[in-house]
């Protein structure tokens, strides 16, 4: 298996393709695709225990359920957040994202930096 150093959870695939192309690392992304259990969360994550986890969600309601739930299961996460006006990961402009990420030390492809 191969060695994961972070693990970035996200709502869907298109948010997913959004990050990797910003990203210069090859973290595992995963996609709750839409709001989640706690029961799939724990599933989703749980290969995951020792890894750092960063929950990137959309600003919206279904983001805020997500990360609720995250918060309570997992509170070791670190959440980034988007500006509120852009509403979602997939909507948010790469080199916006590209600064979230590499605030929190996740390598980004030099492009993409302001």
Known sequence: MEFIDIVILVEGRSDKLRLL???????????TN?????????????PFEDVPIYAFLDADKSGEQIRSVVRKEFPEAIHLYINPMYGEVEK??????ASILQRVNIKVKKEFLI
């Open 34 to 46: 839409g709001t989640i259990s706690n029961v799939k969360l724990e599933e989703l994550l749980s």
């Open 92 to 97: 948010t402009p790469l080199k916006v994202l």
């Open 21 to 31: 192309t910003v990203l210069a690392e090859a973290p595992e992304i995963i996609c």
